[in-house]
């Protein structure tokens, strides 16, 4: 028997040349420090990733990339998840021929189906696939898996390995977990939804597609470690952190921008994303690396921005007038950027 999908699996985004094509030295070089940070395993085309916003051509070029560039080092959960299901089981097909370890693909999705629909194009998929697949239910984007459809395609087919729910619903994941796992105890559950990580594992989860751990893979490995070492009071306080920089990067801008805006503060070129801003937009995003700066420089990741971080409690040893060389400071680099 195959091992249990654990650990954490990250989102990988893309990064983009000038032309805005795949930036491949770049998606390589990012692939290595994920490693060299600890994450269990990779996960391209996801949501994070905007797979929508790349071709059926150019979805599998970023797998192979990664699957090149990984050697194996870590196992690969790849998105394949196409317009129908017969592009969905040739995707399927193409990436386990390049050595992906399982395929995450999503439920339906724009056309809202109910319980009966999601159930048939599983069971197409999984009577008809060369490579495990991992449920992928994100209710927000995409028709809803409930649980007894997960407990019967559990049931009848064994290629379905595993879930990958990003609800943050945590009594539904309870529900799943029970119905599923007495007669698929190699049945795999993962949680895309970072700020419920901890708890999430604590009720019996394997581990997490998290998009925290594409910019921070440090804090998001120590977690799981701890988590599962039942550390769980210092576990508890990265989990805190966590929280504030994922509400950060998700709430302050279009999903993705804000976590490839702190990608960018890790050290690397990723590139204008494919969905057109708005000057406004763009400004926002700007403060907003301002911000996550902040946040990673207290992790030690980056250093402090120009002017430094605003505390809610001056420090002791601050006088005004430091403050006020602060404040200067900040404003002419904003005055230099075209933001003031």
């Not at 696939?129 to 984007?141: A, K, M, S």
């Not at 057109?276 to 990741?301: A, K, R, Y």
Request: aromatic share 8%; with cysteine; charged share 20%.
């Amino acid at each position: 028997m195959t091992a249990r999908l654990a650990g954490i699996f990250t989102p990988n985004l893309v990064p983009h040349d000038s032309r805005g094509d795949i930036n491949e030295p770049e998606l390589r070089r990012y692939i290595d420090w994920l490693i060299e940070r600890g994450v269990h395993g990779l996960y391209p085309n996801g949501s994070t990733g905007e797979f929508t916003r790349f071709s059926a051509e150019e979805r599998r070029r970023i797998v192979a990339i990664i699957a090149d560039q990984t050697r194996g080092r870590v196992p690969i959960l790849a998105g394949a998840a196409e317009a129908n299901v017969k592009e969905t089981i040739k995707a399927c097909e193409y990436y386990h021929s390049v050595g992906v370890r399982a395929v995450a693909i999503v439920a339906p999705f724009y056309y809202k189906l109910g319980p009966k629909s999601v159930y048939a194009y599983f069971k197409e998929i999984g009577d008809n696939t060369p490579i495990d697949v991992t449920l992928y239910n994100i209710p927000l984007f995409a028709s809803p898996i409930d649980v007894p459809t997960v407990q019967r395609l559990a049931d009848e087919c064994e290629k379905i390995v595993a879930i990958k729910d990003s609800s943050g619903d945590i009594p539904h994941m309870i529900r799943m977990i029970q119905a599923v796992r007495p007669s698929r105890p190699d049945f795999a559950f993962l949680t895309g939804w970072d700020a419920a990580l901890m708890p999430m594992l604590l009720i019996g989860c394997d581990g997490g597609t998290n998009a925290s751990s594409g910019v921070a893979p440090e804090l998001t490995r120590k977690l799981y470690d701890l988590t599962m070492a039942g550390r769980l009071d210092e576990a508890r306080a990265i989990q805190y952190d966590l929280v504030k920089l994922f509400d950060t990067m998700i709430y302050s801008a279009e999903f993705p921008n804000g976590f490839r805006a702190a990608v960018e503060l890790r050290g690397f070129q990723m590139g204008q994303g494919r969905m057109p801003q708005s000057v406004e937009q763009i400004t926002d995003l700007e403060l907003l690396s301002n911000t996550l700066q902040c946040m990673l420089s207290s992790h030690g990741f980056t250093n402090e921005p120009v002017g430094g971080c605003m505390t809610s409690t001056r420090p002791s040893n601050v006088n005004d007038t430091e403050v006020s060389v602060i404040v200067q400071t900040v404003l002419a680099e904003l005055k230099r950027r075209g933001l003031s």
